[in-house]
């Protein structure tokens, strides 16, 4: 069971819209729609930003959007604000009952 | 609301081992609707998951940790507990309980840190 692939940075300017990818297997993210995404501000405890994918818990913006392509899901926030600094997670279900997250993606907000 | 706290030692010698409570609080752990799981995250690093677990006892856990770890439930405290044996410095993390369900972790505790040291 291998990490999911995200980039290890991404940066944006306020009010701009950035995307961060995340890759896995046709073991894991390919094979089902359940992968979510989590916002992590050091110290805090991770908050789900998006689940199944594509959808919102309640409380989110809906400035945060998720979609998935083959083995590949996607986080798009846009309208960047600075308290969206953050490190963001994608995780996703996976054969044998098992969960596998990426390995982290720091946003900067300039 | 639901929540969830971490306890246990904050230092543990190498080759013991880690113990880990989790005490969740606003949900019943023996609710069907529920699996309970364990996250951590290294110093400097990213989130794994380490294990669930559903209230019967049914388990899942992560491929590379599976020998050494155990996840064992507790209803009459509505508590989860997290086992690893045989910790070495790569284990000192800090390790998160959460609540999954459909599949997401919806409810995180704040996290508790582990050093391995002698």
């Known amino acids: 069971q291998s990490a999911l692939t995200q980039p290890a940075s991404v940066s944006g300017s306020p009010g701009q819209s950035i995307t961060i990818s995340c890759t896995g297997t046709s073991t894991d993210v390919g094979s089902y729609d359940l992968v979510s995404w989590y916002q992590h501000h050091p110290g805090k405890a991770p908050k789900l930003m998006i689940y199944e994918g594509s959808k919102r818990p309640s409380g989110v913006s809906n400035r945060f959007s998720g979609s998935k392509s083959g083995n590949t899901a996607s986080l798009t926030i846009s309208g960047l604000q600075t308290d969206d600094e953050a490190d963001y997670y994608c995780?996703?279900?996976?054969?044998?009952?098992?969960?596998?997250f990426g390995g982290g993606t720091k946003l900067t907000v300039l | 609301q639901l929540q969830l706290q971490e306890s246990g030692p904050g230092l543990v010698k190498p080759s013991e081992t880690l113990s880990l409570t989790c005490t969740v609080s606003?949900?019943?752990?023996?609710?069907?609707?529920?699996?309970w799981g364990w996250i951590r995250q290294p110093p400097g690093k990213g989130l794994e998951w380490i294990g669930n677990?559903?209230?019967?006892?049914?388990?899942s856990y992560n491929p590379s940790l599976k020998s050494r770890v155990t996840i064992s439930v507790d209803t009459s405290q509505n508590q989860f507990s997290l086992k690893l044996t045989s910790v070495t410095a790569a284990d000192a993390a800090v390790y998160y309980c959460a609540e999954t369900v459909d599949y997401k972790f919806d409810y995180w505790g704040q996290g508790t840190l582990v050093t391995v040291s002698s």
């Open positions: 995780c996703s279900y996976a054969t044998s009952s098992t969960w596998v």
């Open positions: 606003g949900a019943s752990i023996s609710s069907s609707s529920y699996y």
């Open positions: 677990i559903y209230y019967s006892g049914h388990t």
